[in-house]
């Protein structure tokens, strides 16, 4: 797991002395691994202990373990075989959404009265179809947000009574961030999408669900191909989450 998958985890309980080294290692890793935990502290502006603090957040024994793992996840072997990687990415996301306790989104869900979906772009367009084909046969209908100025629009006809969904394969796209602070304004509930790394979008959501990076691998005619069965996957394993939870309440809305 990298680095940005552990703050990922932890950063809504981040104090602004973690923010403040995250913010900072985050932009330069690879000196971090190599200073010490005094230079990191000078770096950000903060006291020694505060970045010990910060490396015991992320589930480390102190600053010299987090170092060590910053080098070794700065020194990946090459992927040799891209069906293996590819599969245990899979696995990966199977495990990550099976285990998460899903119930207080649900909750969210069930108590809102319409249903929102925003992104931009072939891959966020495929995410967006998927749910909303597959939540429609338990009876949401989601509204697929438009694109451009539309999207905007949008914005002051939602509420409190709304549950949205933003997909951002980055996470910090620029607009769906600015939509999401204005609906966070509004009262929306808000959950992102997006890959497991450190980024703004899943830090304003209220609920986020996460997919692995799966890299990018040169096809025969020297295309670039990076997977996404990851997400659609993500979408069919919540959805029959949805189903068990429902079971477990007696069923009904």
Known sequence: ??????????????????????????????????????????????????????????????????????????????????????????????????????????????????????????????????????????GHMFYDAPSGQEMYNLVPLLGSDDFCILVSVSGNNKKIVEIARKLQVRGVTLMSITKNRENTLAHICDFRLYVDESGHFETPIHWQYESTTSYFILIDILFLKYLDYHQRKGGGR
């Open 1 to 138: 797991m990298s680095v940005e998958a552990l703050v990922n985890g932890t950063y809504q309980q981040f104090s602004e002395s973690d923010r403040a080294v995250w913010e900072y290692l985050s932009q330069h890793q690879a000196e971090c691994a190599n200073m010490s935990i005094e230079k990191v502290a000078q770096k950000c502006c903060v006291s020694r202990s505060a970045v010990m603090r910060f490396a015991q957040r992320l589930g480390f024994e102190g600053f010299a373990e987090l170092k060590l793992y910053i080098k070794m996840d700065g020194q990946k072997m090459p992927v040799q075989n891209e069906l293996e990687h590819i599969c245990s990415l899979y696995q990966n996301v199977m495990n990550g959404i099976c285990e998460k306790n899903c119930d207080p989104l649900f909750e969210a869900f069930d108590l809102a009265k319409r249903y929102f979906i925003f992104g931009e772009g072939m891959v966020q367009t495929s995410i967006k179809k998927e749910f909303k084909r597959i939540f429609m046969s338990a």
